[in-house]
C-alpha cells in the first residue's frame, strides 16, 4: 500500500532544454567563483548585502543547471555548496531555516524534472545534517572568538588596573616627599641671614627648582599611568547609564586600537555617558563603536535632549574637540530629524600622534 502511495504521488515534469554540456560548464564555472568569492573575500565580513547575493547567485546557478540534467544525475552532492553558504554566512536560526529551505529546493527540483518522490526525499536527512553540522561549526567558531576577545579583555583590566595602583603608590611615596622638599627648601631660602653669600642664595634656588621640575615630572607620570582604557570605561559607562535609570545598548566591533586613539575614545566615551547621565532626561542610550573605511567610530546616541553647550575650554563638548582635533579627528553633536540627540566621534587610524594632549586627563 505504501508502495502504491508512492508511486501515485507525483509532481509533473516540467519541460526544459536538453542538457547542455557547455552551457553547464559555464554554470559550474560561475559557481566555483561565487564560492571563492564567498569562502576567500565574503564569509565573516560584514558586507550582508555582498553575502546575501553570493548566496542566491549560488543556489538559482545549481537550480538552472540542475533542473535540465538526466533524471538519474543525484543533485544532493551539487546542492551542498549552496548549503555550506548559507549555513556559514549567517546567524545560527537563519542559518539553519535556510539550511531547511535549501534542502526542500533540491527535493522540489528533482520532482520536477521527474525522479520519484522517494528517491528525492532520501538524499533530504544527509543535506540537512550536513547543514546543520555547518552551523555548528560556526558557533563553535564565534564561540572561540568571543572567549579570545573576553581574554584579551581581560588582559587589558589586569594591566590598567596594575597602572593605576602603581600611579597611587608612585603619588603617595614621591609626590608628599618632594612637596615637603620644595617647601622646606622655599622656607631655609626666605630664612637665610642678610650677609649669605650669593652663591649660597643661589644653590638654594637651584634646589628649590629641581624640587618642583621633579615634582612636576612625578605628576605628568602619574597622569599618564591614570590614563583610561576603553574597555574599562565601557563596563563603567554601563554600569553608570543602568545606575541612572537607562536602557543600555553596547555594539562594539572596533577590537584593539593604538593606544593614543583608545585613550581618546575612553575619554569621550567617559564625557559623553556623563553628559547623557547629567542632561538628557531620556531613557535608552546606545553605544556603537565600529570601522568606517580607515576611521573608527564612536557614536553615543539617546533619546533625551543631549548635552548641555560647555561653559569653557577644556570641558565639555568642547574640551572632546580639542582631545580628537590632536589626532585628526572630528566631533559631530546635534539632535536629529528622528528626535534622538547623537554624539560621533570619528578618529583616522593612519595618523598616530605622541602628542601628550591626546592622553592628559
Not at 555548496?81 to 539550511?99: D, E, I, K, P, Q
Not at 558557533?139 to 568571543?146: N, P, S
Not at 588596573?161 to 622638599?181: I, K, P, Y
Request: net charge neutral; charged share 20%.
Amino acid at each position: 500500500m505504501i508502495v502504491v502511495a508512492v508511486d501515485i504521488v507525483t509532481i509533473p515534469e516540467l519541460h526544459v532544454a536538453p542538457f547542455d554540456p557547455f552551457l553547464g560548464l559555464a554554470e559550474l564555472a560561475g559557481i566555483a567563483a561565487l564560492y571563492a568569492w564567498f569562502w576567500l573575500g565574503l564569509v565573516g565580513t560584514p558586507h550582508r548585502i555582498a553575502t546575501s547575493l553570493a548566496v542566491v547567485g549560488a543556489t538559482a546557478l545549481l537550480v538552472l543547471l540542475v533542473l535540465p540534467a538526466p533524471r538519474q544525475y543525484e543533485s544532493a552532492g551539487v546542492f551542498l555548496y549552496a548549503v555550506f553558504m548559507a549555513a556559514a554566512a549567517y546567524r545560527w536560526r537563519l542559518g539553519a531555516s535556510l539550511v531547511v529551505l535549501l534542502a526542500a529546493i533540491e527535493v522540489v527540483v528533482d520532482l520536477a524534472r521527474g525522479v520519484a518522490i522517494d528517491r528525492a526525499l532520501v538524499q533530504l536527512p544527509t543535506v540537512v545534517l550536513a547543514g546543520l553540522a555547518v552551523v555548528g561549526v560556526r558557533l563553535l567558531f564565534a564561540a572561540y572568538r568571543e572567549l579570545e576577545a573576553a581574554r584579551e579583555q581581560i588582559a587589558r583590566l589586569a594591566v590598567s588596573e596594575e597602572r593605576l595602583r602603581f600611579a597611587r603608590d608612585l603619588h603617595d611615596l614621591l609626590g608628599q616627599s618632594l612637596t615637603m622638599v620644595v617647601l622646606k627648601s622655599e622656607l631655609a631660602a626666605r630664612g637665610l641671614p642678610g650677609d649669605t653669600d650669593a652663591v649660597t642664595r643661589q644653590e638654594i634656588k637651584d634646589v628649590v627648582r629641581i624640587a618642583r621640575q621633579a615634582l612636576d615630572e612625578v605628576r605628568q607620570a602619574v597622569a599618564g599611568y591614570r590614563r583610561p582604557t576603553l574597555a574599562a570605561e565601557l563596563g563603567s559607562a554601563r554600569a553608570a547609564l543602568q545606575d541612572a535609570g537607562f536602557g543600555v545598548a553596547i555594539e562594539n566591533s572596533l577590537g584593539r586600537l593604538p593606544a593614543a586613539h583608545d585613550a581618546v575614545l575612553a575619554w569621550v566615551l567617559r564625557e559623553g555617558v556623563t553628559n547623557v547621565v547629567r542632561h538628557s532626561g531620556g531613557s535608552h542610550c546606545t553605544i556603537k563603536l565600529e570601522h568606517s573605511g580607515e576611521d573608527a567610530i564612536l557614536e553615543i546616541t539617546d533619546n533625551g535632549e543631549g548635552a548641555k553647550p560647555s561653559v569653557g575650554p577644556g570641558s565639555g563638548l568642547r574640551g572632546l574637540e580639542e582631545r580628537v582635533a590632536v589626532l585628526g579627528g572630528a566631533v559631530h553633536a546635534g539632535s536629529h530629524p528622528d528626535g534622538q540627540f547623537r554624539l560621533r566621534v570619528s578618529l583616522p587610524l593612519a595618523r598616530l600622534s605622541s602628542s601628550p594632549a591626546a592622553l592628559s586627563p
